[in-house]
């Protein structure tokens, strides 16, 4: 049974760069999947939090082009980036309830011959995944089962909070269920879902550290090889400042990190080239060659 | 929350040397002039602007990003960015005039 | 001969006058037709208010009246008295509405006074059409239906019970004492609960004039005030009661062991079992799915130690119809399921207790025998209690639970003379409000409690420092210092709220009465009367009408068996004449009537194949008036006429 799914697709703009490897997996397994992307075309940056802190008229003006761009492709839209989901979600939610702002923004985009009427969803990739594609179709997928590797499942603070209906909101499980349809082992992750610090690490260095290093403790602790990330910017907190994290709390964390599509991709049998984990800052070669055959 | 951050750097009622304040502006300023966000411009820039000296400490990690070709310099101008700019000049002259900014329960006017 | 009406136009102090131009209705009223009199005056429902129609109708022979004032359901019923008082027919009297349905809906003035014009030119056309009806007396079954024995049932059934009146007590547990009887300790005179209840217990068992029907629910009732029936499901004990002596030797001997829910789970009972030894009656029951004889068709030890043969496997359910004047609903109330908070890791983390929990543990006969005991059987050094669980939470319940800060300092108390525990309170306000509550409060201070002023935000065992190994953090804002805090502790205690009972969507259904927002069954008037319902002879007390601790339960159950002697010994009620009636010649015997009442109170003549209302079930709703499609049936004082008069009046 092929499913086949079309949904409009927003990378974000922090997949254009330093994260160019999430955009690649995740473009991959989707056809895998028979979930067909196609990039929203000339699609803005959503604002994430940082434009509401300084224009909030704007802010949802910037979501409503996406909105309005992906109502005309009459898809839903997909997105990677918890921050995107949650900034799209939100304007797209205030919109539907407040006839004020809805009009102000209507106007606004009728300068540029756009509109929107507020029928698009967006979701969360790994959402899509697990709700639409399901375990008998994933399973039939894996030609390398993920066996044993234990990796703690990261959803960070966006995924579900505020307007995660789809899952706990504390204590999320829908990477933990996927990750076992391909074989792997979640591990006990009581910090799942707790702040990375994200931006932190630049306006707030210490706090930014200290987080990163409870989340890094807590993983290791309860055994884990590696951590499985759905957020571009939760993944490069992750990667890229553990040795930060040592030299000031005299640790010695080396837990590599990899996107959900590429732990994915992997069980599906592709390279890691091809999923772009020979990008990574810290190594996962000796985790994964352990567990996973020929890779 | 946000309406406190807006407030904040509104009237200038922001910490000395608080650089959140600099990464939302020079953010914003961004999306205006070019639709997208390229991370290491905005980090570069914010960085500038408020603790120059970091930038040396993060030399390593640019070199370990650009080595993997992880670093892009060039932003990316969408094409609708005039497109995008009218829409705000449009909202900002309806809010001029007197249309009712922010979410406020509306009724059928 | 033409109606000589009387309108009176009332200010209602400014509640009216405020927005309706009084004297511009009062001279618009006048110019209708067939008004002989209009007047206005600042408070008509006064005494100088009421003589005024009184002294229009003897000196002008009125022969209707208006009154446009308030709502009819605050006082319809004082004009139509004072009309009477008058020599004329209560209902030749018609309650113009231009306070609710006009001057409190509205600032503008125009608009109010025009709209008061036309609701009092609706009134006066109708009354035209208004004809003498006289009220219905029926005598009143002195029998009293109690549903709930926990406190507040007792209190009730033990008040009327003393007054010579018959009393059935239906609880649905094998044994009376509710709640009540789980605590070790109440608040604030820390008297020992089981100390204070079980006399009353047994004082309701040996009562006379109680019948306990245990282990028993209400499955139907119907009838009208002062003459209802009641349906009682007795459920098979399978032990005979009036054989068991209450020995015990059958629970000593039963082989089956399982979790017992009188200790909240933390214990065990046996599948012939009481719920806990004082129990009333002290009379076992045998728990079918667990029983080994029911699942497997084995053992039956329990019958062959019986010394007085008092185990029948055969008994069977039986029916009971039960006929009573009044019925109280005093079902109590659930506990807030802690578990769907996940923040505080109830069912998560070990340790996690609910407030009941740490009762049981508390108390004496519970299943730690009195300690206060960790999962690994040691002693908590540190315990922190977390207020408003469930409770002014908005993804809960909205409201607050009322006892919860009282039993938490309770709580406090007894952690720390069991234990020596520190003991932290994470509280959002203290709400210390009752007769020895505050001063309660400042014991709990003096015994060195930690009062932290800011909810938890959650339990979490993920340790940052050596000394949160192994312990479960509480995180909290402590609002009072501006900073936020992590507080290692051994054990946390949940003050869970309090929730309307899961079966409260049926009784309501069966027992026909209104639940207020939260779910709780609804009172006639808040603040007057919070032990009536809407419907005539029902009563509610206790818990079951909102969150409240003992003293307030007792004083409401007393207050609910005072209003149903009263309504008993008035010996009958009037029955309001406003009922439907169906005009035999037109009626077609299509039955449609009989499905729609909500009240049953429409049965089929099959001698004259016609449908005959039951002047004293019928409520006066109206929906077999509007159904039926033969024109047949209408209603007293809301006839075509009238209606239609009204209707005219104001599209004039």
């Known amino acids: ?221 309860n055994g884990a090889e590696c951590i499985a990330t759905i957020c571009p910017l939760c993944h490069i907190t992750l990667e890229a400042y553990q040795g930060n994290v040592n030299k000031k709390f005299a640790t010695s964390f080396e837990v590599p990190t990899l996107y959900f599509t590429q732990l994915m991709g992997l069980a599906f049998g592709f390279s890691r080239k091809e999923l772009g984990i020979n990008e990574e800052l810290i190594s996962s070669k000796a985790v994964l060659a352990r567990r996973v055959e020929a890779v | ?76 101008r969408i094409s609708g960015i005039s497109e995008l700019q009218k829409c705000s000049g449009a909202m900002t002259d309806a809010l001029v005039s007197g249309v009712h900014a922010g979410p406020v329960t509306g009724e059928e006017t | 001969m033409a109606e000589k009406i009387g309108v009176y136009v ?20 006048s110019g209708l037709p067939n008004v002989t009199v209009a007047r206005e005056y600042q408070y008509m429902c006064s005494d100088p208010g009421q003589e005024l129609i009184k002294k229009d109708i003897k000196e002008l022979g009125l022969t209707r009246v208006v009154v446009a004032s308030c709502s009819p359901l605050m006082h319809e019923p004082t004009f139509r008295r004072a009309v009477e008082e008058a020599g004329l027919n209560q209902f030749l009297f018609q309650m113009a509405n231009i306070r609710e349905q006009c001057s409190w809906i509205t600032e503008n003035k125009e608009m109010a006074t025009e709209r008061a014009k036309s609701i009092v030119g609706a009134a006066v056309k109708r009354v035209e059409f208004q004809e003498p009806l006289d009220v219905k007396k029926v005598p009143v079954n002195p029998n009293v239906l109690i549903v709930g024995g926990g406190i507040t049932g007792i209190e009730a059934a033990l008040q009327i019970a003393d007054s010579g009146k018959k009393v059935y007590l239906v609880e649905k547990e094998p044994t009376i004492g509710g709640y009540m009887a789980q605590f070790d300790k109440t608040f604030p005179t820390l008297d020992c609960a089981a100390c204070i209840l079980t006399p009353k217990m047994v004082s309701v068992g040996q009562h006379p004039n109680i019948e306990l029907l245990s282990y028993s629910d209400v499955t139907g009732f119907s009838g009208y005030v002062g003459n209802f029936t009641a349906r009682i499901r007795r459920r098979a004990k399978y032990v005979e009661e009036e054989k068991c002596s209450g020995c015990g030797l059958c629970t000593e001997k039963c082989p089956v062991s399982v979790p017992s829910e009188f200790d909240c789970g933390l214990g065990k009972r046996k599948a012939i079992y009481r719920p806990f030894p004082q129990a009333v009656p002290n009379v076992p029951v045998i728990d079918r799915d ?186 909290a804002e402590d609002t009072l210092l501006g900073i936020v805090r992590r507080i290692p502790v051994d054990m946390v205690v949940l003050s869970v709220g309090l929730e309307p009972r899961k079966d409260t969507t049926e009784i309501a259904r069966i027992f026909s009465i209104s639940r207020s927002q939260d779910g709780f069954f609804l009172e006639r008037h808040p603040k007057l009367a919070p032990v009536s319902t809407a419907s005539d002879g029902i009563f509610i007390a206790g818990a079951c009408q909102g969150p409240k601790d003992i003293p307030d339960s007792v004083a409401q159950g007393a207050a609910a068996a005072a209003n149903a002697l009263s309504l008993i010994d008035r010996k009958e009620v009037t029955l309001e004449p406003t009922v439907a009636f169906i005009d035999e010649k037109s009626c077609s015997g299509c039955k449609i009537c009989i499905g729609l009442c909500p009240y049953n109170a429409i049965s089929f003549d099959e001698s004259k194949e016609v449908s005959v209302v039951n002047d004293a079930l019928c409520k006066g709703c109206g929906t077999c008036v509007a159904a039926c499609p033969s024109g047949a049936i209408g209603q007293r004082n809301f006839t075509d006429d009238q209606l239609l008069a009204e209707v005219e009046a104001i599209c004039a």
């Open chain 2, 1 to 76: 929350m946000y309406e406190l951050k807006r407030l904040g750097v509104e009237f200038g009622l922001v910490q000395e040397g608080a650089v959140a304040p600099v990464l939302s502006k020079t953010f914003v300023d961004m999306v205006d002039k070019y639709g997208r966000v390229p991370e290491i411009p905005l980090m570069m820039t914010v960085l500038l602007k408020t603790n120059p000296l970091r930038i040396l400490k993060m030399i390593p990690h640019g070199l370990k990003l650009f080595l993997r070709g992880r670093m892009p310099f060039l932003p990316h």
């Open chain 3, 290 to 475: 667990r029983c080994l004889y029911f699942t497997k068709g084995v053992c039956k030890v329990c019958q062959k130690f019986c010394p007085r043969g008092a185990i029948n496997f055969e008994q069977k359910e039986t029916y009971a119809d039960l006929q009573v004047g009044a019925a109280i609903l005093a079902t109590g109330f659930d506990l807030f399921d802690a578990s769907k908070v996940k923040q505080y890791g109830y069912g998560r983390l070990p340790n996690v207790i609910t407030s009941l929990e740490f009762e049981r543990f508390s108390h004496a006969s519970g299943p730690t025998g009195g300690k206060i005991l960790l999962k690994n059987g040691q002693m908590p050094s540190n315990i922190a209690i977390l207020h408003c669980i469930g409770s002014r939470d908005t993804n809960f319940n909205e409201y607050c639970s009322r006892v919860c800060c009282m039993y938490s300092m309770k709580i406090a108390h007894l952690a720390h003379e069991k234990t020596g525990a520190r003991v932290y309170e994470f509280y959002i306000d203290l709400r210390a409000f009752g007769k020895g509550y505050e001063e309660f409060y400042k014991r709990i201070l003096e015994e060195e409690t930690i009062f932290i002023r800011g909810k938890a935000a959650e339990v979490t065992d993920v340790a940052q420092t050596s000394a949160e190994r192994g312990k479960l953090i509480v995180v």
């Open chain 3, 10 to 29: 009332c200010h209602c102090g400014t509640n009216i006058a405020q927005t309706v131009d009084c004297k511009s209705v009062v001279d618009y009223a």
């Open chain 1, 1 to 221: 049974m092929e499913t086949h799914m079309e949904f409009s697709y927003y990378p974000g703009c922090s997949l254009e760069g330093m994260n160019k490897a999430y955009d690649k997996s995740a473009r991959l397994v989707s056809k895998t999947l028979g979930i067909d992307l196609t990039e929203l075309n000339d699609w803005n940056c959503c604002g994430a939090s940082a434009y509401m802190s300084i224009q909030e008229l704007r802010a949802h003006l910037l979501s409503a082009r996406n909105l309005a761009i992906a109502e005309r492709e009459k898809k839903d839209l997909v997105v990677v980036c918890p921050a995107c989901l949650t900034t799209l979600t939100k304007s797209n939610h205030y919109m539907g309830e407040d006839l004020k702002l809805r009009r102000t923004i209507a106007s606004a985009l009728k300068a540029a011959n756009l509109q929107y009427l507020g029928t698009v969803k967006v979701r969360h990739l790994l959402e899509v995944v697990v709700n639409e594609i399901g375990e008998q179709e994933i399973k039939t997928k894996v030609t390398r089962p993920l066996t044993s590797l234990k990796v703690a499942p990261y959803y960070g603070c966006q995924f579900t909070r505020p307007f995660g209906e789809f899952d706990d909101k504390e204590f999320p499980v829908m990477l933990d269920t996927l990750l076992k349809w391909l074989g792997a082992e979640p591990v006990n992750f009581p910090l799942k879902a707790k702040c990375c610090g994200g931006m932190l690490m630049t306006t707030n260095e210490p706090v930014g550290l200290g987080l990163v290093r409870s989340l890094l403790d807590c993983a290791t602790q």
